[in-house]
């Protein structure tokens, strides 16, 4: 996550946002962010699609009757609606397809808008160099960026890794982290759908759409293992295939990974995700240190102990808040309070 600043506010203190992208998880995106303690509303919206549009409006006005203003000449449908409903906002909220999130982030950065944009950033590598360079000037423009990395903002993961760069189990020397469960949804196609509509709602199993398994979901676990080891990896290696999903309904990606992955240091981090069907499920990372190892999980857990089975730490899992909130929290926050 990154936080920017940028002056403003209206005279009112009423914080405007956009939403680009109305399916479930940026209609998810946007009752989060309407759920702050911030005067927001919420005035205009763009999707490729209609009925998604629709959908996510009536959810949204439903709840937030006074928050939701959105008349019909502020909906934007088409691939270029979003240039426009960003115009309108303060803050955008990038929650379409992730292959159209570098343009859609570089246009917000021009337009001079604070940004929550979902994980992953980019599917490719000139989509994380244009990343990158709007990123650099949202920096010299002080404006506020948040990422979906919600672990970050989760209290097991904050503390326990705390704990970890603090030294309690010495230097890190290996780890393993996963994503390995039954897949996620399919969506049939249907009579008279064109190619690029159909590719556009099951965007998951299309390359330029979601740029793989390990991009879109298992980026979550590698970023732990990024965090735990404060450094990126110098190399990686690794195999995939498509060995259980292999009907057209799941497009082009695979359904399976298994990588090396070796810091600067020489630690190796092994990194497994896969979608199998019927077989056991692991979405968790664990790491062994000079001094004893870590068990972490998005459930809330988070425990530290030596190698002798003492307890060194562990995370009391009642209570916490929920990440996909907090990480709307902290942004309009610092927004309402014209920090960076």
């Given at each position: 996550?990154?936080?920017?600043?940028?002056?403003?506010?209206?005279?009112?203190?009423?914080?405007?946002?956009?939403?680009?992208?109305?399916?479930?998880?940026?209609?998810?995106?946007?009752?989060?962010?309407?759920?702050?303690?911030?005067?927001?509303?919420?005035?205009?919206?763009?999707?490729?699609?209609?009925?998604?549009?629709?959908?996510?409006?009536?959810?949204?006005?439903?709840?937030?009757?006074?928050?939701?203003?959105?008349?019909?000449?502020?909906?934007?449908?088409?691939?270029?609606?979003?240039?426009?409903?960003?115009?309108?906002?303060?803050?955008?909220?990038?929650?379409?397809?992730?292959?159209?999130?570098?343009?859609?982030?570089?246009?917000?950065?021009?337009?001079?808008?604070?940004?929550?944009?979902?994980?992953?950033?980019?599917?490719?590598?000139?989509?994380?160099?244009?990343?990158?360079?709007?990123?650099?000037?949202?920096?010299?423009?002080?404006?506020?960026?948040?990422?979906?990395?919600?672990?970050?903002?989760?209290?097991?993961?904050?503390?326990?890794?705390?704990?970890?760069?603090?030294?309690?189990?010495?230097?890190?020397?290996?780890?393993?982290?996963?994503?390995?469960?039954?897949?996620?949804?399919?969506?049939?196609?249907?009579?008279?759908?064109?190619?690029?509509?159909?590719?556009?709602?099951?965007?998951?199993?299309?390359?330029?759409?979601?740029?793989?398994?390990?991009?879109?979901?298992?980026?979550?676990?590698?970023?732990?293992?990024?965090?735990?080891?404060?450094?990126?990896?110098?190399?990686?290696?690794?195999?995939?295939?498509?060995?259980?999903?292999?009907?057209?309904?799941?497009?082009?990606?695979?359904?399976?990974?298994?990588?090396?992955?070796?810091?600067?240091?020489?630690t190796i981090i092994h990194s497994q995700c896969r979608h199998f069907e019927g077989i056991s499920n692991?979405?968790?990372?664990?790491?062994?240190?000079?001094?004893?190892?870590?068990?972490?999980?998005?459930?809330?857990?988070?425990?530290?102990?030596?190698?002798?089975?003492?307890?060194?730490?562990?995370?009391?899992?009642?209570?916490?808040?929920?990440?996909?909130?907090?990480?709307?929290?902290?942004?309009?926050?610092?927004?309402?309070?014209?920090?960076?």
């Amino acid at each position: 996550a990154i936080a920017y600043y940028k002056r403003y506010l209206h005279s009112d203190d009423t914080i405007k946002i956009a939403l680009i992208g109305c399916g479930d998880r940026g209609t998810g995106a946007a009752y989060q962010a309407l759920s702050t303690k911030q005067n927001l509303k919420l005035v205009a919206m763009a999707d490729a699609f209609q009925d998604r549009l629709d959908n996510s409006y009536k959810v949204l006005s439903d709840k937030f009757k006074e928050k939701v203003d959105v008349p019909k000449d502020r909906m934007f449908i088409g691939f270029e609606g979003y240039k426009k409903a960003i115009a309108l906002a303060d803050v955008v909220l990038l929650v379409s397809p992730p292959g159209f999130r570098p343009s859609h982030f570089e246009e917000a950065v021009k337009q001079g808008k604070h940004v929550f944009m979902e994980k992953p950033v980019a599917v490719d590598s000139p989509g994380v160099r244009k990343v990158l360079a709007a990123a650099e000037l949202a920096k010299q423009k002080k404006l506020n960026v948040v990422v979906g990395l919600q672990r970050r903002y989760q209290s097991n993961y904050r503390e326990t890794i705390k704990r970890i760069q603090d030294g309690a189990i010495g230097d890190i020397t290996g780890g393993q982290v996963y994503w390995n469960s039954g897949g996620v949804w399919v969506r049939p196609r249907q009579a008279g759908q064109t190619e690029m509509e159909y590719q556009m709602r099951n965007w998951y199993y299309f390359n330029w759409l979601c740029g793989d398994h390990i991009v879109e979901q298992h980026v979550h676990n590698i970023d732990i293992a990024n965090w735990v080891k404060n450094a990126y990896p110098v190399s990686i290696q690794g195999t995939g295939s498509r060995a259980w999903r292999t009907g057209k309904e799941y497009g082009e990606i695979y359904d399976n990974h298994s990588l090396e992955m070796t810091y600067p240091d020489g630690t190796i981090i092994h990194s497994q995700c896969r979608h199998f069907e019927g077989i056991s499920n692991r979405v968790d990372e664990s790491f062994a240190g000079t001094k004893g190892k870590v068990y972490l999980s998005a459930d809330n857990s988070g425990e530290l102990t030596d190698y002798k089975g003492n307890k060194i730490y562990s995370h009391d899992r009642k209570g916490n808040p929920n990440p996909y909130q907090t990480e709307h929290d902290d942004l309009f926050d610092a927004i309402a309070k014209r920090e960076y």
